[in-house]
């Protein structure tokens, strides 16, 4: 049985790589930031109270248009959405009787990253391994986001387009090796590469955000492959019969 | 008249906190139905999944970079390496071809 904090410090080495990419996308966020009006210190606040990639880069161009508040609301809910989900799918692996309290810690920890390392983890989520994991991750994401703003312009583009590519490396560390055992998990990768691809080049869908365009494609494939492939929240099969087979 | 920046950001933490947490004070134990079960067991693949591609092609300086991220990040998951060796693995391929691209 691991202790409360071997498991946070596992969380917190599995941190440090998502921290390093964070740390990289921030700092492009940090450009983007400067130039919708914030100082690095209101870049590094807004990123250590949000750490939500997408919905930040968002939210600064709103304020930069002065868009009014309930208008940020309704927009950082849409294009957040994707989190309602994946907090559904943390709290589908936590036993009835679950204290609230560890919930909302366990949630207050999402971020696609996060979410990504906790649910490949086996067995129930714990607020000591995400928060292990948050503590690692957050601190870069802000302080790339202060460093893109306050010296954007120094570091070569070549090095931002290398590390532009490490979150996506990590999203593949996630979902490839399940894809590998599991056929079905590894149809609903590659499916939802080619209509994720399709999502871009096709009229009408194309000319939604991505993150509206991640969240309608995650619902529908979600779906279908729920219907195709019925899996119990850990993954085992479901027969037809209703027998289940540890797979 | 421009709405206080810091106001701005506390709206903005405080609205994504809550899509985070929405589930937690909605569920209060796993839910036994079938299709909800299975469609949330795909949720994670098929979110990173949308989310990696075609975006990685079109995060680098050149499509092909970023292709060849994808493909060097898909292979070096698959065999094995950690979270943080896939991710150096892309870096360095988007790094060293551009060296030559450009």
């Known amino acids: 049985m691991e202790t409360s904090k071997e498991i946070f410090l596992k969380g917190y080495r599995d941190g440090i790589p998502i921290g390093a990419g964070y740390f990289a996308v921030a700092f492009s966020l940090g450009i983007a930031a400067r130039e919708y009006g914030f100082n690095a210190f209101q870049g590094f606040l807004a990123s250590i109270l949000t750490y939500a990639s997408a919905g930040q880069y968002m939210g600064f161009a709103l304020y930069a248009t002065n868009t009014a508040l309930i208008e940020l609301i309704i927009l950082t809910f849409i294009i957040n959405a994707r989190y309602i989900l994946m907090g559904f799918a943390l709290n589908q692996r936590m036993p009835e009787g679950t204290p609230l309290r560890t919930r909302v810690l366990v949630g207050s920890c999402i971020t696609d990253e996060i979410f990504g390392i906790t649910i490949a983890r086996p067995g129930v989520p714990t607020p000591f391994y995400t928060f292990g994991a948050l503590f690692a991750a957050v601190p870069l994401w802000a302080l790339g986001t202060a460093l893109g703003i306050s010296m954007g312009i120094i570091l070569p583009a070549r090095v931002v387009s290398a590390l532009s590519v490490a979150l996506f490396g990590m999203f593949l560390a996630v979902i490839i090796p399940p894809a590998r055992k599991d056929k079905a998990v590894g149809i609903a990768v590659f499916v939802s590469f080619a209509c994720s691809l399709a999502a871009v080049k096709l009229p009408v869908i194309s000319g939604l955000s991505q993150g509206n365009r991640t969240i309608l494609l995650t619902v529908l494939l979600s779906a279908l492959f729920a219907v195709l492939f019925p899996r119990t929240a850990d993954g085992e099969k479901i027969e037809k019969g209703g027998a289940r087979d540890a797979d | ?102």
């Open chain 2, 1 to 102: 008249m421009q709405t206080n920046i810091y106001l701005y950001i506390f709206v903005m933490a405080f609205s994504t906190w809550v899509m985070r947490v929405a589930a937690s004070f909605i569920m209060r134990k796993p839910i036994k139905n079938m299709f909800i079960q299975s469609f949330l067991y795909y949720v994670p693949y098929v979110t990173l999944a949308v989310m990696t591609f075609p975006a990685i092609v079109e995060a680098t300086g050149t499509p092909i970079s970023g292709a060849a991220a994808l493909i060097i990040g898909i292979l070096a998951a698959w065999f094995g390496a950690s979270l943080f060796k896939v991710a150096v693995f892309c870096c360095l391929t988007v790094f060293v071809l551009e060296l030559f691209i450009h």
